[in-house]
């Protein structure tokens, strides 16, 4: 089956550490995305990639960083320097992008939690 | 940046009724989408629709279009209790394509 696997479902992070989510889909999609959702909103771009080894900064990029290296992987890291990490966050995929011919939903992953210890 | 705002930002309704839930927005799309989201889980794509468009339909689902009024809502029809689910609509800017800007959502509840 295809789809987006974020991994891991939960993690935890001590102060001053740096952590990084996994996000590897087998869809084929050239567009992939970063979002924070805090509880009880709504969800905020972190980071985005139309093509491999390239990306852009969404809303909220600051104490964060991604790599493209790979159409179906796009990693995000949370640094020290993210003062306020804990949130559920999620990644999505989309065909949309510069040779989409018609607009395209994403296809999200199921989140991973993460709390600051 | 928040492009769409939802309302009601709670829904509670009885099974069988149905539910009606509201965007505005801001600036002008491309599309806007629907999405659905179970506690604690991925979002699901559930409808898209062209800014050139006014109403379509999926199943259950019926979704308008007011691009006059920077609006759009969502009719789910003779609901169940697994509705039950937060709703976020998701905009498409003309200024800002390639990615989705997310409204802060509608919980809605459906009682058995």
């Known amino acids: 089956d295809g789809g987006i696997t974020q991994s891991p479902k939960y993690l935890f992070r001590k102060e001053g550490q740096n952590v990084t989510l996994s996000c590897e889909q087998n869809?084929?999609?050239?567009?992939m995305y970063w979002y924070r959702q805090d509880p009880g909103q709504g969800l905020r771009l972190i980071y985005y990639s139309q093509i491999v080894n390239d990306f852009q900064k969404g809303d909220i990029a600051e104490g964060y960083s991604v790599s493209r290296e790979k159409k179906e992987s796009f990693p995000l890291t949370v640094t020290s320097a993210q003062k306020n990490p804990t949130a559920f966050y999620l990644c999505?995929?989309?065909?949309?992008?510069?040779?989409?011919?018609?607009?395209?939903?994403?296809?999200f992953g199921s989140g991973t939690r993460l709390t600051v210890v | 940046s928040q492009q769409g705002e939802e309302d009601p930002q709670a829904l509670s309704i009885q099974e069988g009724e149905n539910a009606t839930m509201n965007c505005s927005y801001k600036t002008s799309i491309n599309n806007l989408q629907w999405y659905r989201q179970n506690s604690g889980r991925g979002l699901v794509h559930l409808i898209l629709?062209?800014?050139?468009?006014r109403e379509k339909h999926s199943g259950r689902l019926r979704v308008t279009l007011d691009t006059s009024k920077k609006s759009s809502s969502l009719l789910i029809t003779a609901s169940r209790a697994a509705d039950t689910a937060s709703y976020f609509c998701?905009?498409?800017?003309?200024?800002?394509?390639?990615?989705?800007?997310f409204g802060s959502g509608t919980r809605l509840l459906v009682r058995p």
């Open positions: 999505a995929s989309s065909i949309a992008g510069r040779q989409a011919t018609r607009p395209y939903g994403y296809t």
């Open positions: 998701a905009t498409d800017t003309v200024d800002s394509s390639y990615k989705l800007i």
């Open positions: 869809l084929n999609h050239d567009a």
């Open positions: 629709i062209r800014s050139n468009e």
